[in-house]
């Protein structure tokens, strides 16, 4: 992948992750299906595709000079998902969990997508 492609797409990235989170903040006091069904929605696509670029922007940071700008904007980014963004949906996710014990449809796919999230945590 091109790096200019990849700062891209990891610039995309941090603001879909920003978005997940403001929905996050209030998936602890929704009890509307659809709401959280929206989110659950995102957070898995968001998942996916964190899946396919974050390791490439890894191996970005790792072998090429921080000396480029591009690179340079890649790491901050990489850093800035790594460091705090997936943090925080894991946080929000292991939150909501109690909240819905009583809907397990629901609570099933949080769960997926907790395991998902720290998964892709500790392969970063």
Known sequence: MHLN??????????????????????????HDKEQVDLFISEASKLLDSSARILPEAKLVVS?????????????????M???????????L??????????MPEVLSELQRLLAGFKKLEDTL
């Open 5 to 30: 492609e990849l700062a891209s797409l990891i610039r995309t990235l941090v603001d879909d992750y920003e978005k997940l989170i403001d929905q996050g903040k209030i998936l602890k006091s929704l």
């Open 63 to 79: 072998t090429h000079s921080l000396g480029d700008p591009i690179v340079k904007h890649i790491s901050v980014y990489y850093r």
């Open 81 to 91: 998902l790594k460091l705090i963004s997936i943090r925080y949906i894991v946080d």
């Open 93 to 102: 996710l292991e939150e909501a969990l109690p909240v819905y014990q009583g």
